[in-house]
């Protein structure tokens, strides 16, 4: 599973800043942890499908979280158009 990319690109952590970043096109990749609860993670699923925002699932929140570099996990990550610097 390649996490590791979300450390090369700008991200949004959260489920409301990433449907903000879905809905205003910024997002290149939408990442949804397996275990996140299901009320939370089928609306950003649809958003992603009406956009056309490529989605990864990730094992766990912790794992996602941890790769976020956060002490909590997440149920949605969403990376931005652009690597981080440029």
């Not at 800043?17 to 997002?27: G, L």
């Not at 490529?54 to 941890?66: D, F, R, S, Y």
């Amino acid at each position: 599973m390649p996490l590791e990319e979300i450390r090369d690109y700008p991200r949004v952590i959260g489920s409301k800043q990433v449907k903000k970043a879905i809905n205003r096109d910024e997002a290149r990749k939408v990442f949804i942890a397996a275990d996140a609860e299901p009320h939370i993670v089928e609306a950003i699923k649809k958003l992603c499908q009406a956009k056309e925002v490529e989605v990864e699932m990730a094992e766990t929140m912790e794992k996602l979280g941890k790769y976020c570099g956060i002490d909590v996990g997440s149920a949605t990550v969403a990376l931005l158009k652009g690597p981080i610097g440029g």
